[in-house]
Nanobody, 120 residues
Framework: QVQLVESGGGLVQAGGSLRLSCAAS????????MGWYHQAPGKQRELVAI???????NYVDSVKGRFTISRDNAKNTVYLQMTSLKPEDTGVYYC??????????????WGQGTQVTVSS
């Protein structure tokens, strides 16, 4: 059984910073893509950033220059460093990963989410 566990959310003032972490555990053969999604109150979940095992990174335009995604492959962990936070960044942040549990079998997994609240 694969689990993704996020941490690092909280309440911060506009302009502040937070660092989210997401650790994958369980039976893991390899992890390809890891990413972060944001769900603002009353809205759909949207992609924020992704990073592949090869180091390819992509960000949604609204966070470019403010957020940095990184990963520690030895720890099966992905991070999201968020700076210059804005009230519109408020919401639940979900970790997502494409994990191969054997050579033949892979799946897409989600964490439980961590709340980020940015006050103005």
């Amino acid at each position: 059984q694969v689990q993704l566990v996020e941490s690092g959310g909280g309440l911060v003032q506009a302009g502040g910073s937070l660092r989210l972490s997401c650790a994958a555990s369980g039976i893991i053969f390899s992890i390809n893509m890891m990413g972060w999604y944001h769900q603002a109150p009353g809205k759909q979940r949207e992609l924020v950033a992704i990073i592949t095992s090869g180091g390819f990174i992509n960000y949604v335009d609204s966070v470019k220059g403010r957020f940095t995604i990184s990963r520690d492959n030895a720890k099966n962990t992905v991070y999201l460093q968020m700076t210059s936070l804005k009230p519109e960044d408020t919401g639940v942040y979900y970790c997502n990963a494409e994990i191969r549990v054997t050579r033949q079998h892979h799946g897409n997994y989600w964490g439980q989410g961590t709340q980020v609240t940015v006050s103005s």
